[in-house]
């Protein structure tokens, strides 16, 4: 390994500890000093690779203080190394101060490739990855939400999101109000671990599906949404004389549903049309 000082971003497993990568175990054994989020969390992890080094815990309320130890290391020569408790550091995670600082002084950054949460559930999500978009955790209170979804809505990159277990029907059911119950979401969850799920619906259905089984709302989640397509959003005229026919007798949003079913519509985009074409009387 160089002799230069250098701060090394090592990946862990997000959940089956054969992800870990040799190089990363080789760098762990190696380095004066491993900066860990939550040294309780990674120390069975180390344990089970034999990995002796001290650790020191590095998170998201560590002080100038504790970035200038780990920085005395590296200028009194020495290499250390920088863990999340799970995937790659700096991914909604902490770090990024200590490494802030460590280029500021001229150390070197050196990244060790690995799991990642969210590039592994977009390769199995099914969604354009040409393009997209990682917008980290979600706003936990509905309204903020609500306001980022929908500032959102014509986004053309595929969407991904980290979210909460326990606030994952309640972003699926913001999602589905704020982008339409027809676009195309995927969950990703669990990655690697025993429950792994991954599943791809439109997000109304999805979260119909995730709120009748609550196994669904547990563990970790990545959340991903189809970008905004114009082309998809073009109502076919036949679609449009059926709607106004049957918005002639019932209620609008019914007349939406229906027309939907019956001639291949988005109900989103029939009410919204009806929104913005009242009926002559």
Same mark, same amino acid.
């Given at each position: 390994?160089?002799?230069?000082?250098?701060?090394?971003?090592?990946?862990?497993?997000?959940?089956?500890?054969?992800?870990?990568?040799?190089?990363?175990?080789?760098?762990?054994?190696?380095?004066?000093?491993?900066?860990?989020?939550?040294?309780?969390?990674?120390?069975?992890?180390?344990?089970?690779?034999?990995?002796?080094?001290?650790?020191?815990?590095?998170?998201?309320?560590?002080?100038?203080?504790?970035?200038?130890?780990?920085?005395?290391?590296?200028?009194?020569?020495?290499?250390?190394?920088?863990?999340?408790?799970?995937?790659?550091?700096?991914?909604?995670?902490?770090?990024?101060?200590?490494? =802030?600082?460590?280029?500021?002084? /001229? *150390?070197?950054?050196?990244?060790?490739?690995? @799991?990642?949460?969210?590039? +592994? $559930? %977009?390769?199995?999500?099914?969604?354009?990855?040409?393009?997209?978009?990682?917008?980290?955790?979600?706003?936990?209170?509905?309204?903020?939400?609500?306001?980022?979804?929908?500032?959102?809505?014509?986004?053309?990159?595929?969407?991904?999101?980290?979210?909460?277990?326990?606030?994952?029907?309640?972003?699926?059911?913001?999602?589905?109000?704020?982008?339409?119950?027809?676009?195309?979401?995927?969950?990703?969850?669990?990655?690697?671990?025993?429950?792994?799920?991954?599943?791809?619906?439109?997000?109304?259905?999805?979260?119909?599906?995730?709120?009748?089984?609550?196994?669904?709302?547990?563990?970790?989640?990545?959340?991903?949404?189809?970008?905004?397509?114009?082309?998809?959003?073009?109502? =076919?005229?036949?679609?449009?004389? /059926? *709607?106004?026919?049957?918005?002639?007798?019932? @209620?609008?949003?019914?007349? +939406? $549903? %229906?027309?939907?079913?019956?001639?291949?519509?988005?109900?989103?985009?029939?009410?919204?049309?009806?929104?913005?074409?009242?009926?002559?009387?």
């Amino acid at each position: 390994m160089e002799q230069t000082p250098t701060l090394y971003i090592v990946p862990t497993p997000l959940g089956n500890l054969a992800d870990m990568v040799p190089r990363g175990i080789e760098v762990l054994q190696t380095v004066a000093r491993i900066a860990a989020e939550d040294t309780r969390r990674s120390a069975p992890l180390l344990a089970h690779f034999g990995i002796d080094t001290p650790m020191s815990a590095y998170h998201d309320h560590s002080d100038r203080q504790a970035t200038s130890r780990l920085l005395d290391i590296m200028r009194s020569g020495e290499s250390i190394a920088l863990i999340s408790d799970a995937g790659t550091p700096l991914i909604s995670d902490p770090g990024f101060r200590l490494v =802030d600082a460590a280029l500021t002084e /001229g *150390f070197r950054v050196c990244p060790i490739p690995g @799991p990642c949460a969210l590039v +592994a $559930a %977009l390769s199995a999500a099914g969604l354009p990855s040409d393009r997209f978009s990682f917008e980290g955790f979600l706003p936990a209170k509905s309204q903020a939400r609500k306001t980022l979804l929908n500032a959102l809505v014509k986004e053309e990159r595929t969407l991904i999101f980290y979210e909460a277990p326990h606030r994952v029907l309640e972003c699926l059911d913001d999602i589905a109000t704020c982008m339409g119950d027809d676009r195309r979401v995927v969950l990703a969850r669990e990655i690697s671990k025993l429950y792994e799920t991954i599943v791809r619906m439109p997000a109304g259905q999805l979260r119909d599906w995730v709120a009748a089984d609550r196994n669904q709302q547990r563990g970790e989640c990545v959340v991903l949404i189809e970008g905004y397509h114009a082309q998809r959003d073009v109502l =076919d005229p036949e679609v449009i004389k /059926g *709607f106004d026919i049957l918005r002639e007798e019932l @209620p609008m949003k019914q007349a +939406a $549903a %229906l027309a939907a079913r019956l001639y291949g519509g988005k109900k989103n985009l029939l009410y919204q049309y009806g929104l913005d074409n009242p009926i002559k009387i």
